[in-house]
C-alpha cells in the first residue's frame, strides 16, 4: 500500500516537469534570464533545471520504449531543448 501512495506522489511530483520537456516554449536559459538571476543563483538553478530535464527525458524515452543508442540521442537532444 506504501509502495503504490509512493509512486502517485513521484508520478505527480514529475508530471508537470513532463509537459515542460514535451511542449516546452521556455528554456532553463530563458527562465534564468526572466528570474533576472546571475552568479552562483543562476549556476544552481541551471543544474537543477539540466537534472530535472534529464530526468524528464529518460521518462520519456521509456514511454516510447528507445533503447541503445536512440535513447541516448533522445535524451541528449531532449535536454539540449530544454536547457536551451
Given amino acids: 500500500m506504501r509502495l503504490v501512495v ?7 511530483a514529475l508530471m508537470p516537469m513532463a509537459s515542460f520537456a514535451q511542449g516546452a516554449t521556455t528554456t532553463c536559459n530563458a527562465a534564468a534570464t526572466e528570474k533576472k538571476l546571475s552568479g552562483a ?3 544552481s538553478f541551471l543544474k537543477k ?10 521518462i520519456s524515452a521509456a514511454e516510447k520504449k ?3 543508442a536512440a535513447k541516448n ?4 537532444k531532449c ?5 536551451g
Fill in 73 to 76: 540521442s533522445f535524451n541528449k
Fill in 6 to 12: 509512493l509512486c502517485s506522489f513521484a508520478l505527480a
Fill in 41 to 43: 543563483a543562476k549556476t
Fill in 49 to 58: 533545471c539540466e537534472k530535472d530535464a534529464a530526468a524528464t527525458c529518460n
Fill in 66 to 68: 528507445l533503447s541503445g
Fill in 79 to 83: 535536454t539540449r531543448d530544454a536547457v
